[in-house]
């Protein structure tokens, strides 16, 4: 399943640079023991936004089991792609893949996290982002950021000025925060 918008900032060639950037990070990065301390359980909704690869949407599907959700999101229909054909080879039917640049598409208070991996300084309308995740975020639920390129107090700022979210954990380019 999969909902579509029409719009993309990124070039294909741009794209596959990107995919082959990400796939050499991953092995640095390590995205499985990095997304298995976030406490993501079976049963859990969860939203990879700015899925790319799938580094982190892999990953977080094997935890939320038969019982959860992952919904990848990027721009690129490309990402989308590559993202089924990784679930797809990795036996993973609870992956739902949605191509936009902003709106999820989701019911409300449907999401146990929203994962934004280094890609929260990419987008251009930031308080609508927030509005849509804290809109889709179960009252209980975690926004998490791991940010890269960039200084995280940017985006620490943003969040808290926008009144949304409060946040709960820091450390280095890692900010968790929950609903308000």
């Known amino acids: 399943m999969s909902a579509t918008t029409n719009r993309s900032h990124t070039s294909d060639t741009s794209y596959r640079v990107m995919a082959w950037y990400l796939r050499f990070r991953e092995r640095f990065r390590k995205p499985s023991e990095f997304v298995s301390t976030l406490g993501i359980k079976e049963g859990h909704n969860v939203l990879d936004y700015g899925c790319g690869i799938g580094s982190y949407t892999i990953p977080a599907a ?15 229909p490309l990402a989308i792609k ?7 080879n990795e036996g993973l039917s609870n992956i739902v893949t949605i191509q936009s640049d902003l709106a999820t598409g989701l019911p409300e208070n449907h999401l ?3 994962l934004l991996i280094d890609v929260y300084t990419w987008v251009d309308d930031k308080i609508g982002l927030l509005e849509e995740i804290h809109r889709i975020l179960r009252p209980s639920g975690e926004l998490v950021f791991l940010i890269d390129h960039v200084s995280p107090e940017g985006c620490k700022a943003a969040v808290e000025d926008s009144g949304l979210f409060k946040l709960v954990f820091q450390e280095d380019n890692l900010l968790r925060y929950e609903k308000i």
């Open 62 to 76: 094997r935890l939320v089991g038969e019982a959860g959700r992952v919904y990848a999101l990027d721009i690129h």
């Open 82 to 88: 590559r993202v089924m054909k990784r679930a797809k």
């Open 112 to 114: 146990d996290f929203a």
